[in-house]
DNA sequence: TTGTATGCGTTATCAA
DNA sequence: TTGATAACGCATACAA
């Protein structure tokens, strides 16, 4: 691996004049450049990213905390940001954080004290707490915040449209001839959950289908709450033909659930989830879902720490990826 | 932000001596150690990576790549990988690795080229493969395998004792009074797989219970294949009354097809898993299975890392860690 | 327009 | 067991 220095030496120049060229200066012979870019060219230098750090004092690193690893959600998103780090040449400092903890500021703060980042990335639901941002904020450290919320001002914002992707999903089983739709929402603390089951209300609404009571269900997006849920819902009467739940750790609850209680899925009953997380492919009926597009939410995150630091100061934009709804075997016809 | 220097004033030793507190060297006196330590608490310092990082030569970068990120084996190993290089200050990149590409080779180049990481985990399947061995070999790229089929010269193992493990889990059962046990096992190409079912046998063989072919199936791994495997064993005339998986989603599909069969677990039949990946505790009941030591084997590998640079040669030592037997409430009494 | 010398915060060499 | 000092690769103040 070439240094400058061996690069200056081929060229016959100073080590100065090489970095002048590297960093494109302005008073610069012609003919000097063309000597420095040749011997670059040459030895195929590299400038070390890691000595231009210390010398600059910033970092490439982003932060990050969560919460529950064992999620599907935090699984893919945390995969989805290790891969863009990497893209992008950025290394990932991430911390379990335990939300519960009533001293969790000071381990946010041991945290940046030992990972030096200046640049963090916020996930459901820490990203909505005041508290964290203004203790960033006081810190000097920018972030971008996924899915939260609201945007704040100082930070950008990067989320799909969760209201959206629930309609659509339920207007999926209306096309399939479901009437009887229910819904399992998830845990109140995630804004996603208000505006998943906005989505259904509106979607059954605007096809004028009344909401029923004992058709709403809140699981905490966990699948053992969902198994209960579940189990209500369908021993119902008049029991509904479909069900749209918050997460798909609730949906498989919700297919297992139906498997215990002898309802076919998707001859009798049609589910589906939210997220497309591994248990969505794992299960049988393979799950129809919505694909939230954590690739790109992770590559856009990684992204916006470069614009802030090269405009110096923090935009607040927001910014909604597409998501995609994804048809398995999971839904089908309504009976009868 | 504190620096070393400060450190070293502050407890009036050299700058060398804090590194060598920070580094865990041997030869320090507890009394200067104690002094630096009170120093470093006392301005909370933190050491520069990026200084390290240029001084070391060496990116402090640890590559992995992996074959299936929705396994949840490899979920949970991600996770703890992941945390023991935030714990040794360590960056982690990695990369998707799609095996079955024929073109696998050039697709590591590039992930080298790019991440310049001169150290690797390497995971099963792949830790197995020999061409691999040979590029990272040529690339001059050190190297510690996960559960290896057989150690190799030049890299370190890190692994538990799957056999052992599975012949305890069968004794488990034996305990409760389970004579008639079946076996899942996982995909032909990890050794786990191989290992387990040997577990398996012995302990039968030991307890002079007799095998049976129709009580043991291959799923791959995969809990789509184990509800087949379950569905053949369970409709068996004289079915098991216990079944051991080869891991958890293997495990969960037992569950859910004991449930789609009116099959009650644990009254009717025990299951048990490997590896307590997340969907043990998520399903219900939960389930009783070996608990791989992740964050034990992360930090190992980690470590050996340092090992490897600090001794400027390759050790290829075998480090066998220990697993646990968590009995949950998937298991219990054989019924009569 | 170009070159020299210094320092960023570590760790390593070698001597004490 | 400890310390003084060099060196890692780069950018910049200052000098030429």
Redo the contacts with the bound molecule.
């Keep these: ?1 070439a ?3 061996e ?2 030496k081929l060229a ?9 060229v ?2 494109n ?5 012609p ?3 063309k000597k420095v870019e040749d011997a670059i060219q040459e030895l195929s ?4 990213s ?3 750090q ?4 910033d970092s490439l690193s982003i932060g990050m905390i969560y919460g529950d690893p064992s999620s599907g959600y935090q699984s893919r998103l945390n995969h989805a940001v290790l891969k863009a780090c990497s893209d992008a040449r950025r290394y990932l400092a991430v911390e379990l954080f335990d939300e519960k903890n009533m001293d969790w500021q000071k381990q946010v703060e041991d945290f940046l004290d030992r990972t030096k980042v200046t640049n963090m990335i916020l996930v459901p639901p820490m990203c909505d707490s005041t508290d964290l941002h203004e203790l960033l904020t006081r810190r000097q450290v920018n972030f971008v915040l996924i899915s939260p919320s609201r945007a704040i001002a100082g930070a950008s914002s990067i989320a799909m449209d969760d209201r959206r992707a629930s309609r659509e999903m339920i207007n999926h089983f209306i096309e399939l001839g479901h009437i009887r739709i229910g819904h399992i929402s998830g845990h109140p603390d995630h804004v996603a959950t208000l505006l998943r089951r906005q989505g259904y209300e509106e979607a059954l609404h605007r096809a004028g289908i009344p909401l029923r009571d004992e058709y709403l269900e809140s699981g905490r997006f966990r699948f053992r709450n969902a198994l209960e849920c579940a189990d209500r819902m369908l021993q119902l009467d008049e029991r509904p033909t479909a069900i749209l739940a918050a997460n798909d750790e609730m949906a498989a609850a919700v297919v297992m659930t139906a498997n215990r209680l002898g309802i076919r899925v998707p001859e009798d009953l049609s589910v589906a989830g939210f997220d497309d997380t591994p248990i969505a492919k794992t299960i049988w009926p393979e799950l129809t879902t919505v694909a939230q597009p954590f690739e790109d939410i992770a590559k856009a995150a990684v992204e916006s720490m470069r614009t802030m630091k090269r405009t110096g100061l923090s935009v607040s934009e927001t910014l909604i990826l597409e998501h995609e709804v994804v048809i398995r075997a999971s839904t089908g016809p309504a009976p009868e």
Tied chains: 1, 2.
């Design positions: 691996m240094t400058i220095t690069v200056a016959g120049v100073s080590v100065k004049t090489v970095s002048r590297m960093n200066y302005e008073h610069i012979s003919k000097t450049r230098y590299a400038p070390s890691i000595a231009r210390l010398r600059m004092g």
